[in-house]
């Protein structure tokens, strides 16, 4: 009987130490550190968390990538200002690092001191950012026919950073090289311009992307100044000139430096009836057109690196003859007629105003035209006349032969009775004395 007690005692006791064992093991497991990697900016805050789920009051500590212990529990080992406790507790311990740098980055260590001493790696990514990019190769002013080469360049960026050229708001493709300085790179861009008249006043927008931009871009742009010689174009105020009429002609000079003032010329001299016509800056002005105006009317611009010229061929038309709408009316015009002129036409001749219900003047052919029509007709009517009265006194003249052939028998007898008539009527003459 005492045999059989001591053996299940015994028994007992063995299953009491594996039991212990068990939850001393369970116990040491859940006391393994937990941390995560951490990614900041260059000059940012890091923050280093070290949890644990269940801790029997083991104590934590945070060591640098050098091995150096940074805190032990709440207790601070390593002399740096920028390095502060944030929460120390029996299940964590997390601190800060201030104003970050590239030298810190590297793996950080959590230890948990049972045993044996479990530890947690963390590794702490700092971000380099990239420097403000400078653009050099860019002379003012350039001249036109020039070929120059553009080159942004940025620095500091960890990774190596992107680096994008812009015309205006365009995207345009460069050349990029890319160089490891340390831990940071160094970016180049190339831009390479043959340089004409349109690339003045362009702007030329180097810009630079990089993961620590997040919220904004880094970028400096340059506009291109441009020196040409200059072209210019003549505008007309109306496109068919008309007697009596206004007209402006506009001379528009394009170069760089501007090329003023500008010259005017008629037909190669000076300009005449400087009272009609007025130069006022860049415009010619006619206030009231007339023939004498025709002719081929030159604007001249010249700056330092030439001289250009554009020319404008005036022809005067004359002014319609019915009432059109017209900047200026044109003179007053006489109505042509033989007969006096009555009130009406009078008023018309000295206002300018016409007469609506008027019939417009005629051409020279058309008045020539109505004559010879005129005469036509009259001649027609003659021979009408001529014809009408002929036919009524046919048969009024006879011959000898017929006034004597009556009561004749043969042709002798009717010409000697035609003589008898004669002398009858001879015999019926009758003298007044």
Request: charge should be negative.
């Amino acid at each position: 009987m005492m045999v059989k007690q001591h053996m299940l005692f015994t028994l007992y006791s063995i299953c009491g130490i594996v039991l212990k064992d068990i939850i001393a093991v369970s116990g040491a497991q859940s006391q393994f550190p937990i941390v995560q990697n951490m990614t900041v900016t260059e000059g940012g805050i890091a923050n280093l968390t070290c949890r644990v789920e269940h801790n029997d009051n083991t104590s934590l500590q945070w060591s640098n990538p050098a091995q150096q212990t940074l805190f032990f529990g709440d207790k601070k080992a390593l002399r740096d200002n920028r390095i502060e406790l944030v929460r120390a507790t029996s299940q964590e311990l997390t601190i800060s690092i201030s104003e970050v740098t590239l030298a810190d980055e590297g793996m950080y260590t959590c230890s948990l001191f049972t045993m044996p001493v479990k530890t947690a790696k963390a590794f702490l990514t700092v971000l380099g950012v990239p420097k403000k990019p400078e653009i050099n190769g860019l002379t003012k002013p350039v001249m036109e026919g020039d070929q120059i080469t553009l080159t942004c360049v940025t620095s500091g960026s960890k990774p190596a950073a992107d680096v994008r050229w812009f015309k205006n708001e365009r995207e345009i493709k460069g050349a990029k090289e890319v160089n490891a300085s340390g831990k940071t790179f160094t970016v180049k861009s190339s831009l390479q311009l043959q340089v004409n008249r349109r690339d003045d006043g362009v702007a030329y927008t180097c810009r630079v992307d990089h993961v620590a931009l997040t919220a904004t871009h880094e970028e400096t742009t340059r506009v291109l100044e441009v020196h040409y010689a200059p072209y210019v174009e003549i505008k007309h105020s109306i496109p068919a000139p008309l007697e009596g009429q206004y007209l402006k002609l506009e001379c528009v000079p394009h170069g760089n430096p501007s090329p003023d003032p500008v010259l005017w010329t008629k037909d190669g001299g000076e300009l005449p009836d400087l009272d009609r016509v007025m130069v006022e800056g860049r415009e010619l002005t006619f206030m009231a057109l007339n023939k004498t105006d025709n002719g081929t009317y030159r604007c001249e611009a010249t700056n330092h690196l030439g001289t250009s010229h554009a020319e404008y061929k005036l022809v005067v038309k004359d002014a319609p003859t019915t009432s059109s709408p017209s900047t200026t009316s044109p003179a007053p015009i006489l109505p042509d007629t033989t007969g006096p002129l009555d009130s009406k036409h009078l008023n018309s001749a000295v206002t300018g105003n016409r007469d609506p219900n008027a019939l417009p003047s005629l051409p020279d052919h058309a008045l020539i035209g109505g004559i010879v029509a005129v005469v036509v007709f009259a001649t027609l009517c003659l021979i009408i006349v001529l014809g009408r009265y002929l036919a009524r006194h046919k048969g009024t003249y006879l011959t000898n032969e017929a006034k004597g052939a009556d009561d004749a028998p043969d042709a002798d007898t009717a010409i000697i009775n035609a003589d008898g008539n004669h002398a009858h009527a001879e015999e019926k003459k009758e003298y007044f004395i």
